[in-house]
Nanobody, 114 residues
Framework: VQLVESGGGLVQPGGSLRLSCAAS????????LIWYRQAPGKERELVAT???????NYADSVKGRFAISRDNAKNMGYLQMNSLRPDDTAVYYC?????????WGQGTQVTVSS
């Protein structure tokens, strides 16, 4: 079982990034996909969720700026991040969940700075 995030990096305020989450070793299509983030000195924060059927939900802080999606045929999840702000700086993690199972990726760093 593996979740591997990619796509992080350094971006200027107002810029965009697209994070990817590659899943393997389990039936990805039947799992919720969740993106979390953790900024230095802060608790891990839920950013966005997408159900196996494609319903989405977002934290208030990212509504209208971020979009979560998935491609079950490719076992991939995505987080499109637009209008990035310095307070979006964090390590971003993808999480796949279907009770009682839960899997985490290793995280990818996103830094928003000029």
């Amino acid at each position: 079982v593996q979740l591997v995030e990619s796509g992080g990096g350094l971006v200027q305020p107002g810029g965009s990034l697209r994070l990817s989450c590659a899943a393997s070793g389990f039936t990805f299509s039947s799992y919720f996909l969740i993106w979390y983030r953790q900024a230095p000195g802060k608790e891990r924060e839920l950013v966005a969720t997408i159900t196996s059927g494609g319903s989405t939900n977002y934290a208030d802080s990212v509504k209208g700026r971020f979009a979560i999606s998935r491609d079950n045929a490719k076992n991939m999840g995505y987080l499109q991040m637009n209008s990035l702000r310095p307070d979006d700086t964090a390590v971003y993690y993808c999480n796949a969940r279907r009770v009682p199972n839960e899997y985490w990726g290793q995280g990818t760093q996103v830094t928003v700075s000029s």
